[in-house]
């Protein structure tokens, strides 16, 4: 069974740092596109980023240029890296995995990680 287990958020200043990391188990890491997705109080899951097991990374509009989502398949671990942050980006941080069986999606979430961005 797949388990998807994050950590490393926290409380940070706005214009500082914050990494994220995601550790997968159960499966097979490097086939899986992994993702950061984001909820803020009172809105929507939304997706931040996607790395492919090819490596070829996506990112909302709003976090290009400061964010990185970056894998390591020895370690079964995504990372996020959070760069100068602002107030908005307080959210629950989600690590999702998301692979192709049988032309059938399937998707596994971690339980998230709070980031807040507060002075």
């Known amino acids: 069974q797949v388990q998807l287990v994050e950590s490393g958020g926290g409380l940070v200043q706005p214009g500082g740092s914050l990494g994220l990391s995601c550790v997968l188990s159960?499966?097979?890491?490097?086939?899986?596109?992994m993702g950061w997705y984001c909820q803020a109080p009172g809105k929507q899951r939304e997706l931040v980023a996607t790395?492919?097991?090819?490596?070829?990374?996506t990112y909302v509009d709003s976090v290009k240029g400061r964010f990185t989502i970056s894998r390591d398949n020895a370690k079964n671990t995504v990372y996020l890296q959070m760069s100068s942050v602002k107030p908005e980006d307080t959210a629950v941080y989600y690590c999702?995995?998301?692979?192709?069986?049988?032309?059938?999606?399937?998707?596994?979430w971690g339980q998230g990680t709070q980031v807040t961005v507060s002075s």
């Open positions: 999702n995995a998301e692979i192709i069986i049988d032309s059938r999606k399937r998707m596994f």
């Open positions: 159960g499966s097979i890491f490097k086939f899986y596109t």
């Open positions: 790395i492919t097991s090819g490596g070829s990374t």
